[in-house]
């Protein structure tokens, strides 16, 4: 079974902090996706890589940066935490086929409080 | 912007069928996927349909595909309550990323 793991299921942090949320794969996916689900938005996409050191802007990027080292780790960074960051963050990552998109198998969220 | 549309509740009794509907947006779209939230939990992948098929059958769900439409369907036969959760319709779209409706909440009372 494929196993995505996020960090931490719960954190609190101040405004203006930096903040690393960690996320780890093990089934050597090259996609790796970060979302964040606020209530009547659904899922929103951050930031996505495809290959180490590979980047992507998702839909609302603004406030957020990624590192892909190597490939199983996709960190997401906070730059200056800020209250309306507060939200639930999920990792997803997927297998590359040749000919069509896989399905994205999710991590169980970190549920990230900013005040 | 394209959204994928899904209603935002259903309640149904124990033992009845849910049946949960989603409207998606590109005809392109390879594969279509339906995923379970329970609370406090992430996203689990539950079942998907590639395009070129009408129907897909796994133990108690069922999905339909109406391309023509763009009519996705989920529908879960004797739903129990530990069917109780947010279920994501998403497609592809051209690229890597999935798009996904906002989730429809189902609510199953004993």
């Known amino acids: 079974d494929v196993k995505v793991t996020q960090s931490s299921r719960y954190l609190v942090k101040r405004t203006g902090e930096k903040v690393f949320l960690e996320c780890v794969q093990d089934?050597?996916?090259?996609?790796m996706f970060w979302y964040r689900q606020d209530p009547g938005l659904g899922l929103r996409l951050i930031y996505f890589?495809?290959?180490?050191?590979?980047?992507e802007k998702g839909d609302i990027p603004e406030g957020y940066s990624v590192s892909r080292e190597k490939k199983e780790r996709f960190s997401l960074i906070l730059e200056s935490a800020s209250t309306n960051q507060t939200s639930m963050y999920l990792c997803?990552?997927?297998?590359?086929?040749?000919?069509?998109?896989?399905?994205?198998?999710f991590g169980d969220g970190t549920r990230l409080s900013i005040l | 912007g394209e959204d994928v549309e899904q209603s935002l509740f259903l309640s149904v009794r124990e033992g009845d069928s849910s049946v949960i509907n989603c409207t998606y947006t590109?005809?392109?779209?390879?594969?279509l996927y339906w995923y379970k939230q329970e609370p406090g939990a992430g996203l689990q992948l539950l079942t998907y349909i590639f395009s070129n098929m009408d129907m897909k059958q796994d133990q108690r769900l069922t999905v339909l595909l109406n391309k023509k439409d763009k009519h996705l369907s989920l529908r879960i036969a004797d739903t129990q309550t530990g069917d109780s959760a947010i279920y994501f319709c998403?497609?592809?779209?051209?690229?890597?990323?999935?798009?996904f409706g906002k989730g429809t909440t189902l609510s199953v009372s004993s």
């Open positions: 890589s495809y290959d180490v050191k590979m980047k």
């Open positions: 998403a497609e592809n779209q051209a690229g890597t990323a999935l798009i």
């Open positions: 089934m050597d996916h090259e996609n």
């Open positions: 997803a990552s997927s297998f590359v086929a040749a000919t069509s998109n896989q399905p994205q198998h």
């Open positions: 590109d005809s392109s779209s390879t594969y």
